[in-house]
């Protein structure tokens, strides 16, 4: 898989590649806590968004069925990492979760992030709130309306989106 990943010259072999591990026939080892190195690889050395959010989702977030609280020490680490794809992945990792989200990691994850201009940045933090605002409307709200002045108007907006359709809020503060 690795091979395939980093000897690829188009990028549907790298999403090959990613794929080959998300198949339930290898999911016992792509679950494993040393296959985060890989992940961490295939995050640097993808260094995009495609690759990365794909990654970032489905094989570093499978690994909270593991180990969470392994994981979410080191999804700390990479929040306040050099690299931005490192950090964007300990923002959305948990994208795939659910009610089970980890709210305590979410925000310590978001938070050394709040001030950083980068646009993928900023994309994945509304995005992260956005999709945890599916089973946590108003701890979403709360986050939003305690972090607005730090939060980029991107962030806020993709935040907010479905609690504003749903008529939870009638603006983004």
């Known amino acids: 898989m690795l091979a395939l990943f980093l000897e690829a010259t188009h990028r549907e072999e790298r999403y090959c590649a990613i794929s ?11 679950r494993r806590t040393e296959s985060l190195d890989l992940y961490e690889t295939l995050i640097v050395e993808g260094a995009w968004w495609d690759i990365v959010d794909i990654v970032a ?10 180990d969470a609280p392994w994981l979410g020490a080191h999804m700390r680490e990479w929040s306040i990492d ?19 989200v980890n709210l305590a990691l979410f925000e310590d994850c978001i938070a050394p992030n ?17 999709e945890t605002a599916k089973t946590h409307p108003q701890e979403v709200i709360r986050y939003v309306e305690t972090h ?10 993709e935040a907010l989106k479905n609690v504003l359709k749903a008529g939870l809020i009638d603006r983004v503060p």
């Open 82 to 100: 050099r690299d931005l794809w490192k950090r964007r992945t300990s923002i959305i990792c948990q994208l795939r979760r659910k009610r089970a």
């Open 20 to 30: 080959l591990a998300d198949r339930r026939e290898c999911r016992a080892h792509a």
């Open 148 to 157: 607005r002045d730090a939060l980029s108007p991107l962030s806020k907006r």
């Open 114 to 130: 709040l001030d950083d201009r980068d646009f993928f940045v900023r994309k994945a933090i509304g995005w992260a709130l956005r």
């Open 57 to 66: 989702s489905h094989l570093v977030g499978g690994l909270f069925e593991t």
